[in-house]
């Protein structure tokens, strides 16, 4: 069983930046695909950025030159860098641990609010 706990929401103003935390505990970190998704009120959950246990980044088109994806496996967390943010940014942000590549579970945090206003 994996618990992911996130942290670095907050209030910030549109051109601002965010670093969110997803702090891994309870599995083996360098086997899971990271990923950050998002939700908006009334919206469904999307996906923002992952990185794969080889280090490879993907994004949605959106947000692509704005976040950044990087994991520590030695600290067992992942982070989501945020520069730019506009408005449209603003979400509960979830972190997800995905092991389908080595046979293991799926597993998602509660989440962190970020919300980008004047």
């Known amino acids: 069983q994996v618990q992911l706990v996130e942290s670095g929401g907050g209030l910030v103003q549109p051109g601002g930046s965010l670093r969110l935390s997803c702090a891994a505990s309870?599995?083996?970190?360098?086997?899971?695909?990271m990923g950050w998704y998002r939700q908006a009120p009334g919206k469904q959950r999307e996906f923002v950025a992952a990185?794969?246990?080889?280090?490879?980044?993907n994004y949605v088109d959106s947000v692509k030159g704005r976040f950044t994806i990087s994991r520590d496996n030695a600290e067992n967390t992942v982070y989501l860098q945020m520069n730019n943010l506009k408005p449209e940014d603003t979400a509960r942000y979830y972190c997800?641990?995905?092991?389908?590549?080595?046979?293991?579970?799926?597993?998602w945090g509660q989440g962190t609010q970020v919300t980008v206003s004047s």
């Open positions: 990185i794969t246990s080889g280090f490879s980044p």
């Open positions: 309870g599995g083996a970190f360098r086997r899971y695909a």
């Open positions: 997800n641990a995905d092991g389908a590549r080595f046979g293991l579970n799926n597993y």
